[in-house]
T-cell receptor
Framework: GAGVSQTPSNKVTEKGKYVELRCDPISGHTALYWYRQSLGQGPEFLIY????????DSGLPNDRFFAVRPEGSVSTLKIQRTERGDSAVYLC??????????????FGPGTRLLVL | RKEVEQDPGPFNVPEGATVAFNCTYSNSASQSFFWYRQDCRKEPKLLMSVYSSGNEDGRFTAQLNRASQYISLLIRDSKLSDSATYLC???????????????FGTGTRLTIIP
């Protein structure tokens, strides 16, 4: 079946611009996660949705970052006033219920964001 | 101190050899442990979960030592296709409902040499 999909696969923008990154989770998965991976590092947690609500947004670096999941399926990560330091691969993952700690999180291919 | 620490490598290992990776985690309340594999410019994929009793999946063996807060991965009879970055991952600092974020190490890069 279809896995997690993310669009766009690559995004180049200029400093100060606004960007939106989209994630389409596996159908039926209640839990959705956003991570950010910089070069040479492991992914870092940004935010976790349980259904439509953000259950944990402790990883968002500042108020320029915001994410929504209005219908409990597709999610959009929004970055305002982008900075060069925002350049990274933004990974989305989903899991069946997000409960229990043992669930497999399935990752999408990521969006490579480059801020010039 | 990082929450999850691993040697970044690179490890360059001849085909057929056995290679071991280690990882330590800082929070003793951590609940679940995993090894993920990440190929170059690809997304991370679950390789295996790690249990205190140790678990094996073909050529791969994972071990958890809660007392030492230490996780290991052993790859036997390494293949060229094992070349990748191996990420040590810890989940669940608390067991509150909905707190399921993964904490990743920086990854250990492995190259199998023909």
């Amino acid at each position: 079946g279809a896995g997690v999909s993310q669009t766009p696969s690559n995004k180049v923008t200029e400093k100060g611009k606004y960007v939106e990154l989209r994630c389409d989770p596996i159908s039926g998965h209640t839990a959705l996660y956003w991570y950010r991976q910089s070069l040479g590092q492991g992914p870092e947690f940004l935010i976790y949705f349980q259904g439509t609500g953000a259950a944990d947004d402790s990883g968002l670096p500042n108020d320029r970052f915001f994410a929504v999941r209005p219908e409990g399926s597709v999610s959009t990560l929004k970055i305002q006033r982008t900075e060069r330091g925002d350049s990274a691969v933004y990974l989305c993952a989903s899991s069946v219920s997000g409960v229990g700690g043992e669930e497999t999180q399935y990752f999408g291919p990521g969006t490579r964001l480059l801020v010039l | 101190r990082k929450e999850v620490e691993q040697d970044p490598g690179p490890f360059n290992v001849p085909e057929g050899a056995t290679v071991a990776f280690n990882c330590t985690y800082s929070n003793s309340a951590s609940q679940s442990f995993f090894w993920y594999r990440q190929d170059c410019r690809k997304e991370p994929k679950l390789l295996m979960s790690v249990y205190s009793s140790g678990n094996e999946d073909g050529r791969f063996t994972a071990q958890l030592n809660r007392a030492s807060q230490y996780i290991s991965l052993l790859i036997r009879d390494s293949k060229l296709s094992d070349s990748a970055t191996y990420l040590c991952v810890v989940n669940g600092v608390t067991i509150d409902f909905g707190n399921e974020k993964l904490t990743f190490g920086t990854g250990t890069r492995l190259t199998i040499i023909p």
